[in-house]
């Protein structure tokens, strides 16, 4: 069962709307999820405030315990997701039935009051070094609440802010590089790592790059798409070869589970040589015990004829 179903499981117990299987898998779920168990108590905490006062005429106490109720399950959200799209979430999920409209509504009242102290307070605010200029970005995200009690007039938390931007500019110029370096090791789509190496290949500039060779290494390594890691494989002959670029290889050689890669990686360890970085004795002992144990007869051959020219 999917995380989210688990969550709204926790609203259908208070509504006594749930049936005994669901309710035997919830709690036993609740024993090995501490977020799903944090978000129980604090359902708890405000349904059994509101059926104890019908009126719903929160006092002062009740007021600071279930903001900080509510701070502690977001701070259990942090890296899942933002404050805003909690609140939506919860308010979206407490009408989806007549019964949780009431709820729902403690709820938001109680978030509302919280985010309006935030907001209205005025405290001292101490930014970090580089400033803060909310105009400069487009979104933020993944509130991080260090201290998110506001009796003492002052916050503290962290965030991520992003900021969309465009760029036009020569292939050799080393901002364009930085960036399309940074994409080969982060960006989530492999389209996008692959299209970078491809473009910063290139680059007359890149050939003596350690950074980029470093992520490369890094790409070629543990990348989790196969065709990205060929493409990283394959960019090592348009480099200043050295012996960290041919430590790589072998590593592939002997971790990589694709046959196509380990050949990949024969193959550029062939040109290295020819550019002088030689295989030494350690490494030829390390290839002969490769060729008894890989299971395809391919590498096994092309490892032969490396061995050969020595």
Same mark, same amino acid.
């Given at each position: ?45 405000? =349904? ?21 109720? @509510? ?15 909690? @609140? ?7 009408? +989806? ?27 001292? +605010? ?19 609440? @260090? ?9 503290? =938390? ?26 080969? @090791? ?32 890094? +790409? ?15 960019? =090592? ?74």
């Amino acid at each position: 069962m999917q995380h989210e179903k688990y969550e709204e499981l926790i609203q259908y117990y208070f509504y006594n709307e749930i049936d005994e299987a669901d309710k035997k898998l919830l709690e036993q779920h609740l024993i090995s999820c501490p977020q799903c168990k944090t978000h129980f108590e604090l359902f708890k905490k405000i =349904f059994n405030s509101i059926n104890e006062n019908e009126n719903n005429e929160f006092e002062d106490k009740l007021l600071f315990e279930a903001r900080a109720e @509510l701070r502690g399950y977001l701070k259990a959200q942090k890296n899942k997701t933002s404050i805003i799209k909690v @609140l939506t979430q919860a308010f979206s999920s407490f009408i +989806v039935k007549p019964i949780g409209i009431a709820f729902g509504g403690a709820v938001v009242l109680l978030a509302g009051l919280f985010t309006g102290y935030l907001i209205f307070n005025e405290p001292a +605010v101490n930014y970090s070094k580089e400033g803060l200029n909310f105009a400069d970005y487009s979104k933020i995200q993944n509130i991080n609440f @260090l201290d998110a009690d506001p009796d003492d007039g002052e916050i503290e =938390f962290t965030y991520e802010s992003v900021k969309p931007g465009r760029i036009k500019g020569n292939i050799n110029d080393s901002r364009v590089r930085e960036i399309l370096t940074y994409a080969i @090791l982060n960006e989530k789509n492999p389209g996008t790592r692959l299209n970078s190496i491809n473009v910063i290949n290139a680059s007359s500039q890149h050939k003596n790059d350690d950074e980029l060779k470093n992520a490369l290494i890094s +790409v070629a390594k543990y990348d989790n798409n196969p065709g990205v890691r060929r493409e990283a494989i394959k960019s =090592f002959n348009e480099l200043s070869v050295d012996k960290e670029i041919k430590d790589a290889l072998i590593y592939v050689l002997l971790n990589d589970t694709s046959a196509g890669i380990r050949i990949e990686a024969i193959n550029s360890l062939m040109e290295t040589s020819k550019k002088g970085i030689k295989l030494d004795e350690s490494d030829l002992t390390t290839l002969k015990e490769k060729i008894q144990l890989d299971q395809n007869n391919y590498v096994r051959y092309h490892l032969r004829n490396i061995i050969k020219e020595y």
